[in-house]
Every structure is written in structure tokens, then in C-alpha cells.
């Protein structure tokens, strides 16, 4: 006996709203259901050996940061900072103001360096969860570092996380000099009324007091959402110096307190696409990543096979809805995949079919599934032609997803200007098509316009490769004859051959009203 689709658990698209309710219910749901990626080891992270996680958008960046919190030793606590969510547009402009220099690069812009900023955050924050946590001895050292952290006046009235930052004038802080005054401190006070002191000066101060301090229990942080979006060239500019030097920072600490033996570790996730635009403005960001770094990647199997994890995801959500309805699921694996798939569609196995539908990402099976259960929620069994009425619903929300991911580069206007240029155009094409139909529409458009004259057509393309909008094209030898193949960026395939044939992605192609969907 089948379960209808509407029956089975398909989970949420994103992670975070997995446990969102954070009691025992959700976090035992959510295990039964979460596949380790290949080469992940928890111990390298719970040690402080790594401490970053990154990949393409939706392959299980903060599904991988819960995994961690809910597995971590017993006695340790964990705390979430979420820099999209937490710090908004306002505070962003605020935190600008603790910038601690500007310069001119080479590419004419200003650049602003917010490490310190960063390191009076994490250093204020991690007070502020001793209270209730209880993380340190509480010995005079302590006590200096609590006492000068809070002396500097901050806003609780603050939205989000931004509270912990201070107000800064001229690079100065407002503190409490009396306070300071009992610890012996000898800061140069820039304005006797107001009581100012350089920001700088009190968090090289607050550092070089907190790394002398002893944990008594272990404590970590994750941060999550480290994401860009293009509202303009100046927020942009400036959100990827937050991410850059937010990055910088988690390095820096983690080190200091590992030598120190502090048991504090923080532990970071970003999106592969922003760390290919924050290594863009200056700062060596690739050697952080490479020595520290886990990046998560599911196309290292072979791809027809049922035995793959993104399959699996599947598999394990059928089995966990049918053990909770009627008591058991003692079948294999494979019979369980085919009791509710038809084995060939499009003659080809379903599971080719089904990973190659996607961006080869947790987030794809499961969007897939929920698609299926909202338009054909009384089906028991999906066969090619039941497949093929979800394809468009499907469809549109993956043009939505990899559009965000756009966003880290182009604005709204742009990206509406790149849908028109995709929509109703040909399935595979050459470099000089691509130029041409741009030419062609920059007629009416004053953003194709732009990018023609600018000559951006490399530019454009390697973006629209670089989320998996297009592939390339080339010929391999199977059994003695030549197939096509495509090379993906999400199947590690850095670098888009702008000389070869290009592609758009199959499962975008219904929305963007390309015939031939396969």
C-alpha cells in the first residue's frame, strides 16, 4: 500500500525553518531526515580545526550549522547570529560609521576596513551570553573585561544585534569615565565632557585583557545568512567589506583562542558566490577558506544510481512517513524508491532524471517534492506523465531561486532586463547568438544598452554561468561513439568556455518558455 503524496513529509525548502521551534519534536524530525555531506567530520569543527563552511546557494549550509549546534558535546552552548536577519539596512549604515580608515584603490572606490568593529561585536556579544551562560571563571580579569565593554554607551533600543555596537563620532566612543577610572586605565580622553575615547584604543584594550581569560564551559558561535544583494553599487561595496572582514575576524579570534586554550569557537557559513565577490575588493579571503574551510558539494557520485545522497533524501522521507503511518517500512531501499516512482522516464532512470532537474542541492529534491504534493497531493505513484505537470510550477520557483542568486551582482532593473534577454530563446547557443539577440532587444532596453556598449557580454555570461543559469556543451566518447555532455559549475566545473556551445539549465527552461524542456 502507497501513501498519497499529500501524506508524505517533504520538509522545508530552507533549513532554519526546520527548527524553527527549536523543542524536541522538530530537532528529532529534523536528524531522521538530514544526510551528511561526503567528507563532512564533525570533530574537525567541535576541535577548531575548521571553522567555515561554504557552497552554492541551497546545498546545506545552515541545515550543516544545525547539524553542529544539536551535536555538540553536552556541556557546551551554542548561540546563532543570522547578518542578514540581525543587522538590517539602517544598522548597516550605522555600523559604517566604526570604519577605521578610507582609502582609495585602484579601482577608484573607497574602501573601509570594519575588523575592528567586528572584534568589538564578537567580544561583546560573548560577554553578554555569560551572563546566562555562565562561560567564564569570574575572577578579576574578568571582571576588568566586563567593566570596560560596558562602560562604552550603546543603544539598547537597537534593532536586531545592532544594539551591541557603539556610536561612534569622529572615531570616537562615548564611555563611562568614572568606571574607567577604578580599573586604572590610561586612555587619552579626546572630549573631557562627553567623556570620548578612540574606539580603536578600547578594543585593543578589550582584546588584549579577554584572551587572558579562563572558560570554565565551551561556547559557540554560528553565524549564517552572510549574503549580498545589489540595491546599489555603494551597499553593495559595503556589505561585502562587512562579509570580507566579518570573515577576517572569525579567522583571527579563532586562532587567538585556540593558542590561548579559551573553548570558544565561531563558526561561519557563506554562499560560494559571495566569497567569489568579497575576494574581489581587496584582502586574501581564498587562503581563510582553503585552510579552514569544509565546502559542501553532492556531485561526486555517479549520478543514475539511487545510492546517491541527494536520492537518499527522498528515500528516507518516504520511509519516515511510512514507519509513522503504518507502524513499519522493512523494504530495501530501492523497492521503496520505485513503489513510488515509475523506474524510466524519458528513457532513462528516474533518478538521472530527477538529479539532472536539478542544481545537484538538498534544497532542489526537496522544492520538487513539495511541488508534487501541492498539485497532485492524491497521487500514490508518479509516472512520466504525472512528472510532467509539475515541471512548470518547478520551474518558475528555481528561476526565482537562481535570480536571487543574481542578485549578488546585478539590481532588481538588471534582472528583469536578463529574464526578457533568456526568455523564449533557444535551448543551446553560441556566444555570437547570445551577443546578437542582446543587440537586438538593447533597441527598447537602456540596461542591454548599457551592457552592449560596455562590451559586458563575457561579463554577463560568466555570471549567468556562475549560478547555473547556463552550461557548456562538449562532446565525450561513450562505448565507441560521441555524446553530448555538459559541464556545470555546481558539478565542479569552475570556468565557463565562452568559445563552446552554451546551454540553459533544463528545469528553467519551461519558465523561460524554451521549447524542448529535456
Known amino acids: 500500500m502507497n501513501l498519497s503524496f499529500e501524506q508524505l513529509i517533504a520538509g522545508k525548502t530552507d533549513a532554519r525553518n526546520e527548527v524553527l521551534l527549536n523543542n524536541e519534536a522538530s530537532i528529532r524530525n529534523f536528524l531522521e531526515v538530514f544526510i551528511k555531506p561526503e567528507g563532512f567530520n564533525i570533530s574537525e569543527f567541535v576541535s ?20 553542529i549546534a544539536i551535536n555538540l558535546p553536552q556541556e557546551a552552548s551554542s ?34 576596513d570594519y575588523e575592528k568593529a567586528w572584534l568589538w561585536f564578537f ?22 573585561v566586563r567593566t570596560l565593554l560596558l562602560s562604552v554607551k550603546c543603544e539598547k533600543s537597537k534593532s ?72 546599489s553599487e555603494i551597499t553593495h561595496r559595503r556589505d561585502s567589506e562587512l562579509i570580507r572582514d566579518l570573515l577576517i575576524v572569525v579567522k583571527d579570534l579563532n586562532v587567538a583562542f585556540k593558542e590561548m586554550e579559551i573553548d570558544i569557537s565561531i563558526i561561519a557559513s557563506i554562499r560560494s558566490e559571495v566569497l567569489t565577490a568579497i575576494g574581489a575588493i581587496g584582502k586574501e579571503i581564498s587562503k581563510i577558506t582553503e585552510d579552514y574551510g569544509f565546502p559542501i558539494t553532492w556531485y561526486r557520485y555517479e549520478k543514475g544510481k539511487i545510492d546517491h545522497p541527494l536520492i537518499k533524501i527522498l528515500i528516507k522521507r518516504f520511509r519516515i512517513s511510512e514507519v509513522r503511518e503504518f507502524g ?24 538521472h532524471v530527477l538529479l539532472n532537474s536539478t542544481w545537484y542541492r538538498p534544497r532542489d529534491i526537496v522544492r520538487w517534492l513539495n ?70 532587444l538593447s533597441e527598447s532596453s537602456e540596461i542591454l544598452r548599457g551592457l552592449v556598449e560596455s562590451d559586458k557580454v563575457n561579463v554577463l555570461l560568466n555570471h549567468l554561468y556562475s549560478c547555473g543559469i547556463i552550461g557548456n556543451m562538449y562532446a565525450t566518447l561513450v562505448k565507441e561513439r560521441l555524446a553530448d555532455s555538459v559541464r556545470w559549475i555546481y558539478r565542479g566545473d569552475g570556468m565557463l568556455l565562452a568559445d563552446r556551445t552554451m546551454v540553459i539549465h533544463p528545469s528553467l527552461r519551461p519558465a523561460l518558455s524554451i521549447r524542448d524542456y529535456r
Open 160 to 231: 536586531g544585534l545592532s544594539y551591541l555596537f557603539p556610536e561612534v563620532t569622529n572615531g570616537n566612543v562615548a564611555i563611562n569615565i568614572a568606571e574607567i577610572a577604578k580599573l586604572g586605565f590610561n586612555f587619552k580622553i579626546r572630549e573631557k565632557e562627553s567623556g570620548s575615547v578612540k574606539f580603536n584604543d578600547i578594543v585593543d584594550k578589550a582584546f588584549d585583557l579577554f584572551i587572558n581569560l579562563t572558560t570554565k564551559k565551551s561556547l559557540f558561535i554560528l553565524v549564517d545568512e552572510l549574503e549580498l544583494s545589489y540595491l
Open 79 to 112: 548561540d546563532f547570529v543570522y547578518f542578514k536577519s540581525d543587522l538590517k539596512e539602517d544598522d548597516r549604515e550605522e555600523i559604517e560609521s566604526l570604519s577605521t580608515f578610507e582609502v582609495k584603490s585602484n579601482l577608484g572606490f573607497e574602501r573601509n
Open 371 to 440: 511541488v508534487i504534493k501541492k498539485i497532485r497531493p492524491g497521487e500514490k505513484f508518479i509516472n512520466q506523465a504525472i512528472y510532467e505537470t509539475a515541471r512548470r510550477e518547478y520551474s518558475n520557483l528555481c528561476l526565482t531561486e537562481v535570480l536571487e542568486e543574481l542578485n549578488t551582482v546585478y539590481d532588481q532593473d538588471h534582472l528583469q532586463a536578463i529574464q526578457i534577454v533568456l526568455t523564449d530563446f533557444k535551448k543551446q547557443f553560441e556566444k555570437s547568438d547570445f551577443k546578437e539577440r542582446l543587440v537586438s
Open 328 to 351: 513499519s517500512c522493512d523494504i530495501s531501499d530501492s523497492k521503496l524508491f520505485y513503489k513510488y516512482f515509475q523506474e524510466i522516464m524519458y528513457e532513462r532512470p528516474i533518478s
Open 48 to 67: 577548531g580545526e575548521k571553522f567555515i563552511i561554504s557552497g552554492l546557494k541551497g546545498t546545506g549550509k545552515t541545515a550543516l550549522l544545525r547539524y
Open 123 to 144: 567580544l561583546k556579544r560573548i560577554i553578554e551570553l555569560n551572563s546566562s551562560l555562565n562561560i567564564f571563571r569570574d575572577d578579576d580579569s574578568f571582571q576588568r
